[in-house]
């Protein structure tokens, strides 16, 4: 009893350590609020992000305020066509000792040693330089000529895409999207939204936000939220969502006209339903709560699943994209 009290009693601290960030950094941001609050889901649950959304829309601002708001290091690599996958994680250059008279080599760490990376239009570059990433964002360390090298923790991918411009793009492979978490779409203002950031971005003052956790809290809150159970019913409804993505297997076969078999040429692997139940345990564990329900994976679905799942032409001919397929799936549990 004493324990569950306890975890009870940490829910609640976080609960509020959660929403006291979430201010802070919507005092620099106008809206936004669901994109703020995923981005500190996936912080919370070790996972990545990709943020599509066309430019101007504070997406490096929104990044570097978190950062702040966390008191993390952060670093920001704008991709290009021309990037080597060296200037993303560090190079070994010559180094003379003139005391010794002897030469060796030195690892100069590149950009990706830091808490927070913002990796800026990430499909503008090559696939040997995205994958430069890979190593990092699965396994938290980088390799260098034989050498591992350690990234710190916590480490926090963000990636970015425009989605209008696709000339001299290069979409990442599914293997690298299934590493992110989520995938949000950022949206435009609202009129009155609009109103606010001008009238905020142009005047004198400016607003920074106050650090409201170091590394050590965000750390001890990653391995709280693994304490959360996981309700029999709700593990079986994630399974079930997740399996209903995929076309022609065992459960779809049955009905000839399930939604994945009639507009899905391809669905989401076992790192959907990972990501859905520790999403779910940051959700609810954010809420004050130390369960989670289906509501919890209902409202992580889209982000979850929607980079994860690819239309057919049945589909792309009735207009139906991602969100649409999630939504019937949703509907049919």
């Not at 306890?6 to 950094?25: G, M, N, R, Y």
């Not at 180094?95 to 239009?121: H, M, Q, S, V």
């Amino acid at each position: 009893m004493t324990k569950e009290v306890d975890s009870v009693e940490k829910a609640k601290v976080f609960a509020q350590q959660f929403a006291a960030l979430k201010s802070e950094i919507q005092k620099v941001i106008v809206g936004q609020e669901e994109i703020i609050e995923l981005l500190l889901v996936s912080l919370f649950s070790k996972g990545h992000c990709l943020l599509v959304g066309v430019p101007g829309l504070a997406k490096t601002l929104l990044i570097k305020t978190l950062s702040d708001a966390l008191d993390l290091d952060f670093n920001r690599i704008q991709f290009t066509p021309d990037l080597m996958p060296g200037d993303v994680t560090g190079t070994e250059v010559i180094e003379e000792n003139k005391e010794a008279g002897t030469k060796g080599f030195r690892f100069i760490k590149g950009p990706i040693f830091a808490n927070i990376l913002l990796a800026d239009e990430i499909n503008r570059t090559p696939p040997k330089t995205q994958s430069a990433l890979l190593e990092g964002m699965q396994e938290y360390h980088v390799t260098a000529s034989g050498k591992s090298y350690d990234l710190d923790q916590p480490f926090f991918v963000l990636a970015t895409q425009n989605p209008i411009e696709q000339e001299g793009t290069y979409p990442l492979p599914e293997a690298q999207l299934d590493r992110f978490m989520f995938q949000l779409w950022v949206d435009y203002p609202t009129f009155d939204q609009e109103k606010q950031i001008i009238t905020q971005t142009t005047s004198s003052t400016s607003l920074s936000p106050r650090a409201q956790m170091n590394k050590a809290d965000i750390l001890d809150y990653q391995k709280l939220i693994r304490e959360v159970p996981i309700p029999s019913s709700v593990l079986d409804y994630t399974v079930s969502l997740v399996s209903n993505t995929r076309p022609s297997t065992s459960e779809s076969k049955s009905d000839k006209r399930s939604i994945a078999n009639e507009y899905l040429s391809w669905g989401a692997g076992p790192r959907a339903s990972q990501n859905l139940i520790i999403a779910a345990k940051t959700k609810a564990l954010s809420q004050g709560r130390f369960n989670i329900t289906e509501e919890d994976i209902k409202y992580l679905a889209v982000p979850v699943l929607r980079h994860r799942i690819i239309p057919n032409y049945a589909a792309e001919a009735q207009g139906l994209g991602p969100v649409d397929i999630i939504d019937k799936i949703l509907n049919t549990l």
